[in-house]
C-alpha cells in the first residue's frame, strides 16, 4: 500500500542565488562517487542558498566528471582540482568556503559553471551526448519535425574563465549521399568542424554511416586546436557558422616554463585512458578517480622510463607543465608511430607516485 504525493515542484524558484557548496551528493557507502549516464560518468552536488527568502534551501546541480567538475572546483575553491580523488576534491571544496552567484532554472537545478556573453579563446573536448564513451547523434524536433543534432563542448583555454565548460549544438549535417557521405559546406557543423582542424581530404573511414562523430572526435582531439568562440547570454555557443572560428597565428597562451603540472596532468591522463583503451590494459581510474592497479602498473612500466630518461621527477605532484608535456610527447610516438599526438583532452590532476 503506499499514498500518492502531490509534487508542488522546486523548493527554489528559477532566480539568481548566492550559493555555497554543501557537498557531492552522488555517493556509495557514504563516499562520494561518479554515477554513469547517457552522457558519461556525473557527479552530483548539494548547494545551499545563504540568504535572501530561500536562505538554508537546498539547490542540486551535477555536472560531467572529465571536464564539468574541473569548473566547480575553480568556481567554489579558486583553483583546479589538486587530485582526481572525489573525497580530496570535495575537502578542497568546502575548505575553501566560498559563496558563488549562480542561476537556477526553472526545474530548480543550479544551472552550472557558465561564462558570460563574449568572446573567448577556447578548444574543443569532445562530443556529449553518449552512449557509454561513444559520442552519439541526438534526436530533436523543431516546430513539429524532426531532425537529427550534435551536442559539443568546448573549454576555455585563457583568462579568468580557463577550464570553465562551454556548451554548443548545432544540426547534424551528414547525410546519405549513394554509396557514401555528404556534408553542405554552408553548414555550421562544417565550419565548426573545419575551425577544429577536420580536414575533410585525409578523413579516416567511418565505422558507422548514421554517426560519424566518434572519428570525428578523434580528430578534432588529436588536433588540439584553439578556436575563438562567441557564447551568447545563456552561456552557450552562440548559433552561426561564424560562431566557432580558429584562432589566428600568434594567439596561443604564452607558455611558462615553471608553472605548476595541474593542468598538463589533465592531458597527460585522458591519454593515458585512450592507449590503454586500444591496448586494453584495463581502467586507469575507478570511480572516484583514484588510479586502479592497472593505472599504476602503467605508470610504472611506461611512464616511469620516461621520467629517468629524461629527468624527471616520478611524483605526478612535483611535475611542472613542461615535464608532464614531455610525457605526452614520448607516449604520441610510442602510441602513434607518424609522430601525430594520439590525443589532447582536459580532465583533472592526481598525486600518486610510481
Not at 8 to 37: H, M, W
Request: charged share 25%.
Amino acid at each position: 500500500m503506499a499514498r500518492l504525493h502531490v509534487n508542488e515542484g522546486p523548493s527554489v524558484p528559477q532566480g539568481v542565488y548566492k550559493l555555497k557548496f554543501e557537498r557531492i551528493s552522488s555517493r556509495d557507502n557514504d563516499e562520494p562517487v561518479a554515477k554513469s549516464t547517457d552522457s558519461g560518468p556525473k557527479v552530483y552536488f548539494d548547494l545551499t542558498v545563504v540568504e535572501g527568502d530561500h536562505a538554508g534551501e537546498t539547490v542540486p546541480a551535477s555536472t560531467d566528471l572529465d571536464g564539468g567538475l574541473r569548473g566547480y572546483c575553480l568556481l567554489f575553491s579558486g583553483s583546479p582540482p589538486k587530485s582526481r580523488n572525489l573525497v580530496e576534491i570535495e575537502q578542497q571544496i568546502k575548505a575553501a568556503d566560498k559563496v558563488v552567484e549562480m542561476a537556477v532554472n526553472d526545474s530548480g537545478w543550479c544551472r552550472g559553471p557558465m561564462v558570460p556573453k563574449g568572446t573567448y579563446m577556447a578548444k574543443f573536448m569532445r562530443f556529449t551526448k553518449r552512449d557509454g564513451d561513444r559520442p552519439v547523434v541526438a534526436d530533436a524536433e523543431f516546430q513539429g519535425k524532426p531532425y537529427k543534432k550534435a551536442f559539443w563542448t568546448f573549454e576555455v583555454a585563457v583568462g579568468d574563465y580557463a577550464g570553465t565548460q562551454v556548451p554548443a549544438s548545432c544540426p547534424y549535417a551528414v547525410n546519405q549521399k549513394g554509396a557514401g557521405l555528404e556534408i553542405s559546406s554552408k553548414s555550421n557543423m562544417y565550419s565548426w568542424l573545419t575551425a577544429c582542424g577536420v580536414d575533410f581530404s585525409a578523413l579516416p573511414e567511418f565505422e558507422d554511416s548514421a554517426n560519424v562523430l566518434p572519428e570525428l572526435e578523434a580528430v578534432m582531439q588529436k588536433k588540439g586546436r584553439l578556436v575563438i568562440l562567441q557564447v551568447g547570454d545563456n552561456g552557450w555557443v552562440a548559433s552561426g557558422a561564424g560562431s566557432v572560428v580558429e584562432a589566428p597565428a600568434g594567439m596561443a597562451p604564452t607558455k611558462k616554463e615553471e608553472i605548476s603540472g595541474d593542468d598538463k596532468l589533465g592531458d597527460l591522463f585522458v591519454l593515458m585512458r585512450k592507449i590503454a583503451e586500444k591496448e586494453k590494459l584495463g581502467e586507469m581510474f575507478d570511480q572516484s578517480g583514484v588510479m586502479t592497479d592497472a593505472g599504476k602498473k602503467f605508470a610504472k612500466e611506461r611512464v616511469g622510463p620516461i621520467c629517468d630518461q629524461h629527468g624527471v621527477p616520478r611524483k605526478f605532484k612535483d611535475m611542472n607543465a613542461p615535464q608532464v608535456q614531455v610525457i605526452i610527447d614520448e607516449l604520441n610516438k610510442q602510441f602513434d608511430p607518424s609522430g601525430e599526438q594520439a590525443f589532447m583532452g582536459s580532465d583533472d590532476g592526481d598525486d600518486v607516485p610510481f
